[in-house]
């Protein structure tokens, strides 16, 4: 009989503490995280400047967030493929986190051809800005991109990018349009990809990073034509033209590409307040800003409150370009 009661009173005092374990163990991992490795993916095959930023990220992380972290790729579809799997395959734990466009997010959506919705993403934070640049081999008879505009209203051209989805061909698609030229475009797969393109000539003229088009000028393998941005900014020669001295004060819609750090939206509050802690940590990082600056990438903090602000106006814009180049009816 006493052992029976032994039992009872046993039992009766384990169903508490078993209801305490349960309700703050989840506060208990946030508490701890991380304590596993993260993964932070890009949305480009290895060699390009957002794998190496990614590295650089990755690192940064290690150290103000403690733990490891992992730079993985991620690419095709020009970054669709990333966001389709942050939304729908990453757990929201806070151990996959996303070095992705808002381009890569918001492009699908407007096409109709995304699987997610603005709704499944968290920023916490604006990475870097994202130049684009127009590259030829360094024998192309194109010496300077008004013979490329000259020429290819009335010859189509072929030029390679990064993907049909990437800031690099919305952006060279919409200004070719307004310029009334005729480029018959190449979807590849990252930077990497492109520069052997255009090194192997299998297309006249390549879109791509300023980080990637710096290396080969310097090597002396292809010469830039254009630069959205002032080339200077970007280590490239100071005659690249640019679209402020090819459009001359002509009306144009354009936006400026940057990469986001992201998570998805229904991360633990907890853990996505300790991201956020972290990125601010890394965007003041001498190391981390001296790399941006290496790979001819800006430095762009904005919190990813602001940036979540500014959004539906981006996505305006976004649309605009869209229809522009022929994609968005």
């Known amino acids: 009989m006493k052992t029976w009661t032994s039992r009872r009173i046993f039992c009766c005092l384990l169903i508490p503490v078993m209801f305490i374990y349960i309700l703050f163990s989840d506060s208990w991992a946030a508490d701890k995280y991380p304590s596993r490795p993260i993964d932070i993916y890009s949305p480009f095959a290895p060699g390009g400047p957002v794998d190496n930023l990614n590295r650089i990220v990755a690192k940064k992380f290690e150290i103000y967030l403690g733990g490891t972290v992992v730079p993985q790729c991620k690419p095709g579809g020009g970054g669709a493929i990333l966001a389709s799997f942050l939304a729908n395959n990453a ?9 992705i466009s808002a381009f890569h997010i918001g492009v699908p959506i407007l096409l109709g051809t995304g699987s997610y919705s603005l709704n499944d993403f968290y920023i ?3 990475l870097v800005v994202f130049p684009s640049v127009l590259v030829v081999p360094v024998d192309s008879p194109f010496r300077t991109m008004q013979d490329l505009v000259d020429h290819s209203k009335k010859n189509p051209v072929k030029y390679g990018h990064p993907g049909v989805a990437s800031t690099i061909f919305l952006r ?20 990497s990809e492109t520069a052997a393109s255009v090194l192997g000539k299998h297309i ?28 200077v900014d970007f280590g490239l020669p100071a005659d690249t033209t640019n679209l402020a ?29 300790t991201l956020e802690q972290a990125y601010g940590k890394i965007m003041k990082d001498d ?43």
């Open 91 to 99: 757990r929201p734990d806070g151990y996959t986190l996303g070095n």
């Open 124 to 126: 916490i934070g604006q």
């Open 172 to 191: 060279l698609e919409n200004l070719f349009k307004h310029l009334g030229m005729k480029m018959d475009h190449v979807p590849l797969k990252g930077d």
């Open 204 to 231: 006249a003229v390549g879109g791509m990073s300023a980080g990637t088009a710096r290396g080969l000028i310097e090597a002396g393998k292809v010469r830039a034509l254009f630069i959205f941005e002032s080339p």
């Open 245 to 273: 001295s090819l459009l001359r004060g002509a009306s144009f819609t354009d936006i400026e590409p940057s990469q986001l750090l992201v998570v998805h939206s229904k991360t633990p509050p907890e853990i996505i307040r």
């Open 287 to 329: 190391e981390y800003k001296k790399v941006v600056a290496t790979l001819n990438l800006g430095l762009g903090y904005m919190d990813g409150r602001t940036f979540t602000q500014k959004l539906p106006a981006n996505m305006e814009v976004l649309k605009e370009m869209l229809r522009k180049s022929g994609q968005l009816k």
